[in-house]
């Protein structure tokens, strides 16, 4: 195995990390109309901390909870009634499903189409091989790991809208977990829509934070990306509004062998081993939480040159990169919105254009 940044031992837990916290409520003057309500959830294997402001935060914030509740039903590989464990144990027969469950994975389907397989539902066996589900952390034999790449590759996967059935080939397993939190978070700017709420900050574990509307004093939100290379710092401020902020780095779910050698929790599905990619941090701002939950995951696999093709390609989104040579790319609709700061202050900063 490669040696994967070997001194990236400090590396730490959550990914871009709300510095937004300390302002909410005292920037502001509060009234009955922007008066803060929290909520916390766990859900999704991670804390989802919730803030609305206004006078419906607080029913808006209930149904959200309930929502991301019943997804969570759906979509865990561990709860033995939900929908993806039964897909993982039906040995190739059809299974019946929500449409929800339908349209995540077709979209994740797409997505895989378009990134070259960056993002692929199906390497769920190989994390489990590496422990990375159980936290009973190993690294696999080089022949363990050929013969789970085999079951690798989610374009098999058929779904069928008309009998609402899904249909994994025998042995295939799935893990929506790199975009479930994506996904509820859209459901959640939803539910903030149908309640009239203006302001709200949805944290999703970190790694996916949700700017709904501005702040409350009408200014933008401040969120941190995490330094990848020491989890008590920044590497930069993003100050945005009316969007969400995906990240995905190495630190969050790692373990170090004996050499040193550290192994994280995103895969290469070509090599059925954490991705190598020289990107150390990818964080993507969008509209779409879904759409930046996976396409965060599919850039640190894809690498620096292959994510930048992709949304010269694609677009509709933005993005700040940073590599393993401490360099950030940042995509020319948000330079002026990202401050790098401590480390990275003198980093080499390249704003990229269409
Ligand atoms: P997190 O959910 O930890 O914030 P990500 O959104 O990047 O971070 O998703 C990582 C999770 O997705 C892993 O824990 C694993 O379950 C799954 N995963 C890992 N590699 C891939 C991949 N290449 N494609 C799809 N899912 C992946
Ligand atoms: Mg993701």
Request: with cysteine; aromatic share 10%.
């Amino acid at each position: 195995m490669k040696r994967l940044f070997p001194i990236l031992l400090t590396v730490c837990l959550s990914l871009a990390l709300a510095a937004c916290a300390a302002e909410q409520g005292t920037a502001v003057t509060e009234t009955a109309e922007d008066e803060a309500v929290s909520v916390q959830v766990f859900a999704m294997d991670t804390y989802i901390d919730l803030t609305a402001y206004g006078p419906n935060a607080e029913a808006a914030l209930d149904e959200i909870a309930g929502e991301i509740e019943t997804l969570d039903g759906l979509l865990s590989v561990t709860d033995e009634n939900s929908e993806v464990y039964a897909l993982n144990h039906a040995d190739g027969a059809a299974v019946s499903v929500s449409e929800t469950t339908r349209s995540l994975i077709a979209f994740t389907q797409t997505l895989s189409a378009q990134c070259g397989g960056a993002l692929d539902i199906s390497v769920y066996p190989l994390a489990l091989a590496w422990g990375f589900t159980t936290e009973d952390y190993r690294v696999p034999t080089d022949a363990g790991i050929a013969d789970l790449l085999a079951l690798v590759d989610e374009s098999q996967i058929v779904v069928d809208d008309e009998a609402g059935t899904v249909t994994l080939p025998a042995g295939m397993e799935i893990d929506l977990g790199a975009v479930g939190k994506g996904y509820a978070c859209d459901l959640a700017r939803e539910i903030l829509a149908e309640y009239g709420v203006e302001h709200a900050l949805l944290n999703f574990g970190s790694s996916t934070i949700c700017l709904y509307g501005d702040k409350p004093d009408g200014s933008r939100w401040r969120v941190a990306v995490q330094d990848p290379e020491d989890d008590s710092t920044y590497a930069g401020i993003l100050e945005l509004e009316g969007c969400v902020v995906d990240t995905s780095g190495g630190y969050e779910r790692y373990f170090t062998d004996e050499d040193g050698t550290v192994y994280w929790h995103i895969l290469d599905p070509e090599t059925g081993r954490p991705a190598d990619s020289g990107l150390i941090s990818a964080t993507i701002v969008s509209e779409s939480g879904l759409n930046g939950d996976a396409l965060s995951t599919a850039c640190f696999v894809m690498g620096l040159d292959k994510s930048i093709d992709y949304w010269r390609t694609y677009g509709g989104f933005e993005f700040v990169f940073i590599t393993e040579a401490h360099e950030i790319y940042v995509s020319e609709g948000i330079a002026d919105s990202f401050t790098p700061v401590y480390d990275y202050e003198d980093a080499e900063i390249t704003v990229v254009s269409q």
